[in-house]
């Protein structure tokens, strides 16, 4: 009548309406062992999960009249009962979900194969010059394919990536901006520059582009008393000295 020693304990606790959680060890155990008595006087072979669980019973059972000693990381007293209660709660649950698949079981019985199988496989696989046949295909031929196909998913997934960002700068954009900045003012410092293109890329593309106005006398340069800045002028008679001594 019953599937195992766990369906049986399930069984007198559903029936008593016991709490699952605070199981009547005495009770279950003389109920369980009366079962297993019963078995045997009708000459029927206990099984040997059966007579595991009643040890199992007998062990819990001793525990509980003697004094508990052992105790959790907390300090708290363990329930010599915690193990068998987990087991039966995951056996419960594996319980609830059986008709439901017995359900799916009879469903699918019912339902006839497809026919034409064979055929339409041979058209596919002319079709598309497969070396083999798709009929002889296996499980752990499937099985492999997929084990290669998520192993070189990994592969891809780590494999070093390399992205390439592109600046809106120019060299030439940047000499035109510095020109345009100096017809207002005559005079500009190399810092306000920094300060309207802040980026490390933009700071390297305005200096690039002054050292090659420098070099084409379009501008001069001023060294202010500060270690880091200078002021940019249009190039004039004295600038363009000051220039070619800089360069030279």
Do not use: C, W
Request: aromatic share 10%.
């Amino acid at each position: 009548m019953f599937e195992g020693p766990f369906d049986l304990l399930l069984f007198f606790i559903e029936r008593d309406e016991l709490d699952i959680h605070d199981i009547p060890i005495f009770q279950i155990t003389n109920e369980f062992m009366g079962y297993l008595r019963q078995l045997e006087q009708l000459n029927i072979e206990v099984a040997s999960d059966f007579i595991l669980t009643a040890a199992t019973l007998m062990r819990i059972k001793a525990k509980m009249l003697l004094p508990r000693t052992e105790k959790d990381e907390q300090g708290n007293e363990i329930d010599p009962r915690q193990e068998l209660v987990q087991h039966l709660l995951e056996y419960k649950r594996y319980k609830a979900v059986l008709g439901e698949l017995s359900q799916m079981e009879e469903t699918r019985l019912a339902q006839e194969n497809r026919g034409n199988i064979n055929e339409e496989l041979q058209q596919i696989a002319n079709a598309n010059h497969f070396e083999y046949e798709l009929q002889d295909l296996s499980l752990y031929k499937l099985m492999r394919v997929f084990d290669k196909v998520m192993n070189r998913y990994e592969e891809e997934q780590n494999r070093p990536k390399h992205t390439v960002l592109t600046y809106p700068y120019t060299i030439e954009d940047q000499r035109d901006y510095i020109m345009r900045t100096l017809e207002g003012k005559q005079q500009v410092a190399f810092s306000e520059i920094i300060q309207a293109f802040p980026d490390k890329i933009g700071m390297i593309f305005n200096f690039l582009a002054i050292l090659d106005m420098l070099q084409l006398n379009l501008i001069g340069i001023e060294v202010g008393d500060g270690f880091n800045d200078f002021t940019i002028t249009v190039a004039d008679g004295e600038a363009a000295q000051v220039t070619q001594l800089i360069l030279e």
